[in-house]
């Protein structure tokens, strides 16, 4: 097949290989992120390199390079320069017309799994390929997990041979290994930030640590709290304190409404820093549950919603786990979060009103129901999701939702089993209506506090977060 090379986007190749001037000369070196192979280029060929970002069509780094160099270099460069990246292995040899992606930089030698990756069999039909040392997974069928399995046992045109697969599909199941980190000498993908838009300000993360290694110090410890006796005592102790908080349901309201009434915006901040600790010991409770169960949290850190602060911990290995443990390592927050509202209570029935320890006991208590309330909105992207998520055994669930009725409205063929297609059609326009509300509700407010309050102000950011938006990306 020719291949177009002219409309061809040529590929990010950042992730795994950087450029350097060699020195006391005008050629460069391009050398892989570990530094463990090196290859040299012409001065021509290295600008042209710089705009191997994935965004920029062969002909329009072509262009670049003529404007910089005029007739110094071949009409042919970029094209020329394609083709020795696959002669050295640094690129890809299966190119199509027009093809994108992020990750086409895989070697054309013989592609190897990491020695550490393994297979973990699903409920739902599937298989998850787990990387425990980048912490990735890549979900397959049985026939795409057989494919992989040959990888490095079998020339891959003998592969394409036997599983009667095109080279593109092979190729891009190659860059979904890629990706992912699951091959020999490859690293997972970073995720590309976009331009800056205010939304952004609604929802955002900042990484902490890796909590990984104090939680397997501390793990043994505590491993009693998932033992049978202790479930039962945990059962017996929610079921009692709700039986009690029931029938005091309007003493509790009294004194709620007696309080505010008494302390007033002077209880926010007792409030908040208890909600704090709650919110904390809720999100230690799903990462020592993961850790039990011989999961891997690499990552906790602040979570922030219209800028109030929270706490959020990265358990994507539970999707490993079967599908009753992946429900107790959810349910292990809102569990935290139930047994603190039941001390709580407790304190506060056992301690003289009017002190110290009764409002605070009270406050602990309005906390742990607060954030349950909040947590376990199905609609939203919290645990209640998250649950639904897990019990269903529907990965992705609002985005297939979405895109289930994007198909019945284009007509496109839908290839969600029946089962499936009954819950997506049902949580679909529940979650619509969700989105628009919850983000209108908050646009409207911002928008008319801005235009309220700093108009000019307002206005003049907005001016220039547009001059910065639609400015073109920088090629260099």
Known sequence: MRVNYESLICPDIRDYWKLAQLKGSDR???????????????????????????????????????EQYKDAISSNLVVELLQKLITLGILAAEVEDGERGENENIPTTQPKLKACVHWVAHPGGYWILRNPEDVTFLQVSDRDKAIIEQLGQLPTNIITEEFCITQNELRYLLQLLTATGMLQGSKPAKRRRGKFTPLQLLSFRIRLFNPDAFLTRHI??????????????????????????????PEIIFIGQQLLSTYGSSLFLPFALLTALVVTLHELGHAFTLKHYNGIVPEIGLLFMCFIPSVYTNTTDSYCLSRSRRILVVGAGVLVQLILASIGLGLWNFSASGTWLSTTSFLLMSAALFTVALNLNPLAKFDGYYLAVAITGINNLRSRSFK????LLTGKPITEPWKTRCILAAYGPFSIAYIWFVFGFLLWHIVDWNLTNIPTTAATLLFLWAIYFLSPTSHQ
């Open 28 to 66: 460069v070196i391009l050398l892989t992120s570990q530094g463990d192979r090196r290859y040299q280029f012409s001065a021509g060929e290295g600008f042209a390199l710089r705009y191997f970002t994935g965004q920029f069509t062969v002909q329009e780094i072509q262009n670049y390079c003529q």
């Open 220 to 249: 043994d410890i505590i491993r009693f709290i998932w033992t049978k006796p202790t479930a039962f005592l945990l059962t017996a102790f929610l079921i009692i304190s709700a039986i009690i908080g029931f029938n005091q349901q």
């Open 404 to 407: 289930f009725y994007a198909n």
